[in-house]
């Protein structure tokens, strides 16, 4: 079946680099996307990468998806207090007519000092 | 501002008791969905809507009702049927971004609580 595995937990220093895996499983996958929820708050698009790229970058973040291996990861240069937040992995298809995603459990990114 | 607008952002209710959470986009999307979240969980989709009058249940769709009288418009009732009902709800749409992705866009969300 579908499915998108990552990690829970991540804890960095500020300044430093984080990285944020995801693994799925659907290989028929379009998009694949990052999103960040902040405490008591919506989710926020990120960015995406179509499932024909290999890297994606967008100022701080790099996306890297390896499609052979069904893994995704997020990169996010120099870290800041401001980064802290959830974030998912969603990979999305077209399923009956709709957009259909599949979100992972989330990676609760701490930066601290 | 074009965004999606949930009400309320808290809200508590007693076993046994229907309740109704508003969910109102001016994005001009056709598509619009309901999430649950649970702590340590993703997101669980609830029900769909691609047009108006029109829906269709998700993974966990017992216990909840939603009508799409309006585009702008999804509501979500959570029944007295729904056994384990406290949890944050997401009501989303969807767009189209001009590079073809389809993006989901997220309200702030509403936190029921049954006391």
């Known amino acids: 079946g579908e499915d998108v595995e990552q990690s829970l937990f991540l804890s960095v220093r500020e300044g430093d680099s984080s990285v944020i895996n995801c693994t799925y499983t659907d290989s028929s996958s379009t998009y694949l996307y990052w999103y960040k929820q902040e405490p008591g708050a919506g989710l926020q698009l990120l960015t995406y990468?179509?499932?024909?790229?290999d890297m994606k970058q967008d100022q701080r973040l790099t996306v890297l998806l390896n499609k052979k291996d069904k893994h995704l990861s997020l990169r996010i240069a120099d870290t800041q207090t401001g980064d802290s937040a959830i974030y998912f992995c969603a990979e999305g298809h077209l399923s009956g007519g709709y957009n259909k995603l599949i979100f992972g459990a989330g990676t609760r990114l701490a930066v601290h000092p | 501002d074009g965004g999606i607008t949930q009400s309320p952002k808290y809200l508590f209710r007693k076993e046994g008791q229907n309740v109704t959470l508003s969910c109102e986009q001016n994005l001009n999307h056709d598509a619009m969905y309901w999430y649950r979240q649970d702590p340590g969980q993703g997101l669980r989709l609830i029900y769909y809507s691609q047009i108006v009058n029109d829906f269709q249940k998700g993974d966990i769709a017992e216990g909840y009702s939603v009508s799409r009288e309006k585009k702008e418009s999804f509501p979500l009732t959570v029944t007295s049927a729904q056994k384990n009902p406290t949890a944050f709800y997401l009501c989303?749409?969807?767009?189209?971004?001009?590079?073809?992705?389809?993006?989901?866009?997220f309200g702030a969300g509403s936190r029921l609580t049954v006391l």
């Open positions: 990468i179509f499932s024909n790229m």
């Open positions: 989303a749409s969807t767009g189209v971004l001009p590079s073809g992705a389809n993006v989901l866009t």
